[in-house]
């Protein structure tokens, strides 16, 4: 009889190391996008290096600065943001010499400052959905581009230790002295999932970091919504018989439901259930920050850390399945942008997705006939979001250049070029091709690369 039983659970660890091996082989597709491992760090530029006048472009190379003048305007004209230093294919040398993800994080809080300081009309709505994409493996010893060979886990872990550094800027005291409104926990890193959240809790134990609130996207969904409507958290495709299997083995990562707990084991008295046993195949439940009503919750600002981007499609659902539960507790009647002409209150929590390619759920790239409840999200929640901060390399036609976007200011498309002086030495010219408030297509942002290249040649 011990034997029979040792031989089940000899196949059923068989099977789940399997059906893991399968999982992480689906969440490894190669994705054309850029963690940033320190080595040696050269100082941040100041935030007035940050910027330039519309009418001059000026444009840092290794060797040398140039000034390309474009057409005068009127001095009301708004500034423009340089490209981060060290982030172009053609000074490899540089990007790992430098601190270039936290040369985004500056810009990226700057941006998001002025977002969330505004309290009007529109823009106060806008503030409440924002996002953030960059290429999150340029940096360090191990920089690389989209030119590079890396995976989705790569870009995963990175995206999670730049939301982790990032968060701590926001618990800090103002110049007046004033708390924070995100601090005491007020600020939720929400993961994609239990074993990064288990994995960010190990890697970064400081006190500055666990300052936030550390949970899931399944924790944050099944605790604001209680489940009486219908729209509570949308599992993934076969999480059912991970979690079941993971259950066997001695895991409890289930949740009772109950108003005064929280998802995967958090409790409203600031407990945490956790049984021995435990398998281990879904990540340490003790990891999850117990979330606790009129303490660390309802959260100030949610930092969703990489949703959907190489993992299952039910992750963008769930953020907006949160986003609208926090409206409805926050006693909100209108959706993010629903109501423009309400001035008289300003947004009491903010949702933040951190490279989270909402380009692909706004622009088609998973069919609504095969993705119906992903696709009703796009117009009615996914193209309400403010770009704060946005860093897209443009590759095509032997050209190389940037979509970049750093709020208030217009998106830029940035060409691109190596140079050589009358000495021989070669140096990188940044040209502004393109501004515009509205968004330019990736078409657009192409045919005006080559419109300008035509030009020089």
């Known amino acids: ?6 031989s089940i659970i000899t196949f059923i660890g068989i099977f789940l190391s399997s059906l893991n091996l399968l999982i992480q082989l689906q969440a490894i597709a190669p994705v054309h996008a850029f963690t940033f491992t320190p080595s040696s760090r050269s100082p941040l530029p100041s935030p007035s290096n940050f910027y330039h006048d519309y009418n001059t472009i000026t444009t840092t190379t290794t060797t040398t600065t140039t000034t390309t003048r474009l057409n005068a305007s009127t001095p009301t004209t708004p500034i423009l943001s340089l490209l981060p230093r060290g982030i172009s294919p053609f000074e490899k040398s540089i990007s790992k010499d430098i601190d270039v993800q936290a040369d985004f994080r500056s810009r990226a809080k700057a941006a998001m400052d002025t977002a969330l300081s505004s309290s009007s009309g529109d823009d106060k709505q806008t503030v409440q959905l924002l996002e953030i994409e960059f290429p999150p493996l340029i940096g ?25 550094q990032f968060a701590p800027l926001f618990l800090t005291e103002d110049d007046n002295n004033a708390r924070s409104p995100f601090a005491n926990g007020k600020t939720w890193l929400i993961f994609p999932d239990l074993k990064e959240c288990e994995l ?3 890697e970064w134990p400081g006190k500055r970091y666990m300052a936030a609130t550390f949970t899931t996207l399944k924790a944050a ?6 489940g009486d409507d219908g729209g509570g958290y949308a599992a993934p495709w076969g999480a059912a018989l ?3 299997f993971n259950k066997i083995l001695g895991s409890t990562s289930d ?4 108003d005064d707990s929280s998802a995967d084991g958090g409790s409203g008295d600031g407990s945490t259930k956790k049984k021995t046993n435990d398998a281990g195949l879904l990540g340490d439940v003790s990891s999850l920050t117990p979330l606790i009503q009129g303490q660390n919750s309802p959260p100030a600002l949610n930092i969703v850390v990489q949703p959907g981007n190489g993992g299952p499609v039910e992750d963008w659902i769930n953020v907006e399945t949160i986003y609208d539960a926090l409206v409805s507790s926050l006693g909100s009647s209108s959706r993010q942008g629903a109501d423009a002409d309400d001035t008289t209150s300003s947004a009491s929590s903010v949702l933040l997705i951190v490279n989270g390619a909402l380009d692909k759920v706004r622009d088609g790239y998973y069919p609504p006939i095969f993705f119906p409840k992903l696709a009703k999200t796009v117009d009615r929640f996914y193209r309400k979001f403010e770009t704060v901060f946005y860093l897209k390399p443009i590759t095509d036609k032997g050209l190389y250049g940037w979509l970049y976007r750093v709020y208030p200011e217009p998106w830029q498309v940035v060409l691109q070029t190596v140079e050589t002086k009358t ?8 040209t502004v091709v393109y501004t515009s408030m509205d968004r330019p297509s990736y078409a657009l942002a192409i045919s005006k690369m080559v419109e300008k290249a035509t030009m020089q040649a």
């Open 423 to 430: 000495n021989g030495d070669s140096y990188i010219e940044d």
């Open 200 to 202: 960010a809790r190990t």
């Open 1 to 6: 009889m011990a034997a029979t039983s040792t």
């Open 242 to 244: 991970a979690e079941g």
């Open 140 to 164: 360090g010893s191990s920089s690389k581009s989209q030119f590079d060979d890396f995976d989705n886990v790569q870009e995963l872990d990175s995206n999670k230790n730049w939301a982790i």
């Open 221 to 226: 969904t099944e605790f604001l919504v209680k």
């Open 255 to 258: 949740n009772d439901g109950n």
